[in-house]
């Protein structure tokens, strides 16, 4: 039952990150895959802050967590899939070296 529960809210989080980068994706489309999919899809860092306070604001809500660990459990799924920043300042310079 837990386990469903935390799938339950990794694919809200997940469907809300493609909603707010303007992706017509939903977890199911992604699930499952092995590959880097996050690399294939973009979003600017204005849309992932966004998603990140929507996403904190969640886990409060759902989880009960404090600010620290809905900040915590958020910056590690943006590490491990959270897409692509297309105007990060890092990413731009790496790309003119």
Known sequence: M???????????LIDKMFEIAGHPLKFEDVEGRTDNWF???TMTEA?????????????????R?????ADLEIRML???????????TFYNKEEKI
Not at 2 to 12: A, P, Q, V, Y
Not at 65 to 69: A, G, K, R, T, W
């Open 2 to 12: 837990k386990e469903n529960k935390k799938k339950l809210i990794i694919k809200e």
């Open 39 to 41: 690399q294939e899809y």
């Open 47 to 63: 849309q992932n802050k966004e998603w990140k306070d929507w996403s904190i604001k969640l886990l409060k809500k759902k989880k």
């Open 65 to 69: 967590y404090n600010n620290y660990l």
């Open 78 to 88: 943006d590490l491990y899939c959270g897409l692509k920043i297309s105007d990060s």
